[in-house]
């Protein structure tokens, strides 16, 4: 991909090397890189603010635009407090470090994604991890990590995503709420993707699944997706979230969060609560990719197993007797022909030789609500030319 330059926004359009394509590869869910309004808020926020923040919080970096946009985010998701982060990766990162240590346990899915590997591998807490989405599996781990007297006096964390970064897939968090209770684990979840898609208002997984809000000890979120700004942030009681202040490395020490990307993911947030009819246009349009895609011949090639609803989905070749360095050689050339034909899509990027799990090789794609059927049907049929030109390379397609 590094030979690849946009030009211009990484809009529902995107120009890349000079090449006009429909954009299947970045969270732009509602479009906001190309709302006017939003482009307006950030243009009067430089003109105020200036362009950086030059300092952390706690060093002459808070500015009254990050309070207001703690307490927006904190009261959208009815919960007590909030605090921002600069940087999507380093808030998950931070806020793990910043709670769990070297003397506690952690459950945690064995598909999540790297920001979370990161944080539990600083923290040098005992990892146990648990199949992708199986509460079965976690309730199995707990029991037998319980038979000891020296497990069951340890603080126990649960960790997982509300939709999976690395698979698409939607969390079943009814039931590991019911673990969290009856074995009285803290949980945190990672709403990196699910937040300001997932329930009636937008509120995640929790008002997804119509969970009480203090079931869950901490919420993690992104700027980064839905907003499409920059940042990220965690919610939750008073009492939970004021120790990162202190504790939360992202925050204490890197500069805080642009007042101008501040400015952005407010007025972003504001037209999820003023407009929530894009978030069932966002669902009905993920539905509609969905299947299409499995009522289409790409069938006969890739296996697309991430939740209809969700707006982030990953194809992958349907021959698994391929080598993973095989299947990503075959996906880069898919992706390249796409792009070369006006698609823009991308493969799913890991490090292979630090993930926990490595993941197969798949194709990521990225709904919005501008997308079309019409569009559906050209990104579908450009897969499938990919394929068929492909075909000499990769005897098995």
Same mark, same amino acid.
């Given at each position: 991909m590094e030979n690849y330059v946009i030009d211009g926004k990484t809009a529902h359009y995107i120009t890349i090397n000079g090449q006009s394509c429909i954009n299947f590869a970045t969270h732009n869910y509602f479009n906001f890189i190309s709302d006017k309004s939003i482009e307006n808020n950030v243009i009067?926020? *430089?003109?105020?603010?200036?362009?950086?923040?030059?300092g952390p919080r706690?060093?002459?970096?808070?500015?009254?635009?990050? =309070?207001?946009? /703690? +307490?927006?985010?904190?009261?959208?998701? /009815?919960m007590e407090e909030a605090v921002i982060y600069s940087y999507g990766f380093s808030t998950v990162t931070s806020a793990i470090q910043a709670y769990v240590k070297s003397k506690d346990i952690v459950y945690v899915d064995e598909e999540v994604n790297f920001a979370i590997q990161k944080g539990l591998q600083a923290s040098k807490? /005992?990892? *146990?991890?648990?199949?992708?989405?199986?509460?079965?599996?976690? +309730?199995?781990?707990?029991?037998?990590?319980?038979?000891?007297k020296r497990t069951r006096n340890r603080r126990a964390f649960l960790i997982v995503e509300g939709i999976y970064m690395n698979t698409g897939n939607i969390c079943?968090?009814?039931?590991?709420?019911?673990?969290?209770?009856?074995?009285? =684990?803290?949980?945190? =979840?990672d709403e990196t993707?699910?937040? @300001? *898609?997932? @329930?009636?208002?937008?509120? @995640? =997984?929790?008002?997804h699944f119509n969970i009480p809000k203090d079931e869950v000890d901490l919420i993690i979120g992104s700027l980064e997706t839905s907003l499409s700004s920059v940042g990220g942030f965690c919610v939750g009681s008073t009492f939970v979230v004021e120790h990162q202040r202190l504790s939360g490395? @992202?925050?204490?020490?890197?500069?805080?969060?642009p007042p101008l990307l501040s400015a952005a993911a407010i007025k972003a947030l504001d037209q999820i609560e003023k407009h929530p009819e894009m978030l069932v246009t966002l669902r009905e349009r993920s539905i509609s990719l969905h299947r299409s895609i499995c009522n289409?011949?790409?069938?006969?090639?890739?296996?697309?197993?991430?939740?209809?609803?969700?707006?982030l989905k990953h194809l992958y070749l349907i021959d698994k007797s391929l080598s993973l360095t095989e299947q990503q050689q075959i996906l880069n050339k898919i992706v390249d022909y796409c792009i070369s034909k006006g698609v823009a899509i991308t493969t799913a990027a890991y490090l292979s030789n630090r993930e926990y799990k490595i993941p197969t090789p798949s194709i990521r794609l990225l709904n919005s609500i501008k997308t079309t059927d019409g569009e559906i049907d050209f990104l579908i049929n450009t897969l499938l030319q990919a394929v068929s030109v492909s075909s000499s390379k990769i005897q098995i397609l």
């Open positions: 009067d926020a *430089v003109n105020k603010y200036g362009i950086g923040s030059c706690a060093f002459y970096g808070t500015f009254d635009i990050h =309070i207001e946009l /703690e +307490e927006k985010i904190a009261k959208f998701m /009815e807490a /005992e990892l *146990v991890y648990f199949k992708h989405n199986c509460p079965e599996d976690l +309730e199995r781990l707990i029991l037998e990590k319980n038979s000891t079943n968090l009814p039931k590991f709420i019911d673990i969290r209770i009856k074995h009285k =684990i803290r949980i945190f =979840i993707v699910s937040f @300001g *898609v997932l @329930g009636d208002k937008g509120r @995640g =997984i929790t008002e490395l @992202g925050y204490c020490f890197s500069a805080s969060l289409s011949q790409l069938t006969k090639h890739f296996i697309l197993e991430s939740d209809a609803t969700s707006p």
